[in-house]
């Protein structure tokens, strides 16, 4: 690998590693989150430092040109990412739907309860009200 090759991959190691780093600090990017990718973009500084793992790397894989093993990295690096971010989302669409459905027994309970209190409510009133009203008006026999 020349060194213009390596240069240029250590440097966009170091900033993917520098970005997620910035996105966790300004909380836009949770920890949970983030691991993947710190350790993805480790993984890629490493390749890039070490030139013998590299080559390591592409003698067993087969590869005669060395650095494109950090761009089959990258690639695999997105797959896991993708896969990941599936399930999550998948995890979180679930939440959502029993939340939805949660909400929607609490809201008709809501409206049974001010149902059966209105109707309390008004018996109430009615009874209240017939206590307090004066006798009818008798004509003198």
Sequence with gaps: MTDRIQIVSLAVSVLLLLAVLELVRRRKLTEEYSLLWILSALALLALSMRREILYGVARWLGVSYQPIVLV???????????LCFSVI????RQQIERLIEET???SAELRDLRLTQ????????????????????????
Excluded: D
Excluded at 89 to 92: G, K, P, T
């Design 89 to 92: 989302v998948s995890r979180q």
């Design 72 to 82: 089959m990295l990258l690639i695999v690096m997105m797959f896991v990412a993708s």
């Design 104 to 106: 929607a027994i609490l």
């Design 118 to 141: 209105s109707r309390t409510g008004q018996r109430e009133t009615a009874a209240a009200s017939s206590r307090y009203e004066p006798a009818p008006n008798r004509p003198a026999t």
